[in-house]
């Protein structure tokens, strides 16, 4: 087969079986589509489906196509983190910024405790879950992190499922997410912050600034269709300069959305575009994803270091909402839906790991088990959440 063939075979498959896997076994009550296709991702992989027919993984996934998935990969998952950055009310934050800081904070810091220390203990077990360019301090700030993570994005489509978003709950998690989630990437700035170039990252940080500060005096004066334009050319650029200093062009995208008003978007048009950039393009980053895990050292082995991450995650979300709703005087039963829902990783703690791996920080070991806690964390979340809601739906909302 020519090159453009095995890679619309590759396409094929990528599209194809989540999706049939997810309509045929109805599997949206445990496992939203997404989280189908990060698991077919993960089948796909040299562990499973290169393990089990290696000559046909190897023709298909060359290394022609899988540096052409690549280019798609980058692109899809750029566009997605802008507009998490974008969808980020911040300003809804602030007018509640006691209860919110308060929330935030335990909803952070527990997690990314209870994570380091299972970090740690990882280490203290072999040397092949640090990566070879990681620190002690980096590989524990950054599982601890990875582990304290929220999925803006899907924790919006799980809401909506529950039904949920437009109640005074939906609203108050919202804000608890967006303000962990602007914690979350600065930490991810420390941990890739390169002293070796750190007049370049600094030159960054005030290029930054100032090209923010004419992008948002030129945007509102554009009309909507040419604002698309140059959003698109921000985000190249903010993440073309990123990974330039040595940060990573992801936190470029993120951060060139953050900067972004919602408000410049008709609200119909931004959920149709991230409904696109969910459907055509992060499957191929899934697949990528999955090219990437590494099951050497066992698969056991790689599975209880998943048990141990996700036990760490939901043990410490659910004490640092705990905490919050006694300080706060929540209603009862707030405390555990809203620690539930918090947990919830998926897309973003997946692009979180893949930095990390990217930047020699972690090993593909440990990236195997982060994909495998991210995948089960959202997978428990809708079967728990769904009872203990009926349980509170008699109970009015605290706005």
């Known amino acids: 087969m020519s090159p453009n063939e095995i890679l619309l075979v590759a396409m094929t498959i990528i599209f194809t079986g989540p999706f049939l896997l997810w309509r045929l ?21 040299p562990g499973v489906a290169g393990s089990a027919f290696p000559g046909f993984f190897a023709a298909i996934f060359n290394r022609d196509t899988i540096a052409a998935l690549n280019g798609i990969a980058l692109w899809g998952v750029m566009a997605f983190v802008f507009v998490a950055g974008v969808e980020l009310d911040l300003r809804e934050a602030w007018r509640r910024r006691s209860e919110t800081f308060v929330t935030a904070s335990l909803a952070l810091i527990a997690p990314l405790a209870s994570g380091a220390v ?5 280490t203290t077990s072999g040397d092949h879950w640090v990566g070879p360019n990681g620190g002690l301090w980096q590989f524990i700030l950054g599982v ?31 804000r608890y997410a967006s303000l962990d ?8 700035a420390l941990i890739l912050m390169d002293w070796a170039r750190l007049g370049r990252q600094a030159l ?14 030129l945007m509102p004066r554009i009309g909507e269709s040419d604002r698309w334009f140059v959003a698109l050319i921000w985000l190249v650029s903010a993440g073309l300069f990123a990974d330039w200093v040595g940060l990573h062009f992801i936190v470029g995208a993120f951060l060139a959305g953050v900067v972004s008003d919602a408000d410049w978007f008709d609200r119909a048009r931004m959920d149709h575009f991230r409904q696109t950039v969910l459907i055509i393009l992060m499957p191929v980053f899934f697949l990528i994803t999955g090219l990437r895990t590494n099951w050497t050292i066992g698969g056991s082995t790689v599975f209880a270091a998943a048990g141990l991450l996700l036990f760490a995650s ?28 918090l947990q919830t990783k998926a897309l973003i703690m997946i692009i979180f790991a893949n930095v990390l791996l990217d930047k020699g920080i972690i090993s593909s070991e440990t990236f ?30 605290k706005g």
């Open 25 to 45: 076994g109805r599997t949206d009550y445990y496992a939203p589509l997404v989280v189908v296709q990060i698991i077919c991702g993960i089948l796909l992989g």
């Open 118 to 122: 299972a970090a740690f203990f990882l």
């Open 144 to 174: 601890g992190m990875a582990c304290a993570v929220t999925a803006l994005p899907i924790l919006v489509l799980l809401m909506e499922r529950l039904e949920i978003i437009r109640r005074p709950l939906g609203q108050r998690i919202l």
């Open 181 to 188: 989630d602007i914690a979350i990437w600065a930490v991810l």
């Open 204 to 217: 960054f940080l005030v290029a930054f600034a100032v090209s923010s500060f004419a992008y948002r005096r």
């Open 314 to 341: 939901i043990t410490g979300k659910l004490a640092g909402t705990h905490l919050a709703g006694r300080l706060l005087k929540w209603e009862p039963g707030e405390a555990t839906i809203i620690g539930w829902l």
């Open 368 to 397: 195997t088990a982060l994909l495998l806690t991210a995948v089960g964390s959202t997978m428990l979340t809708i079967p728990i959440v769904t009872p203990k809601l009926k349980r509170l739906s008699d109970m009015p909302d």
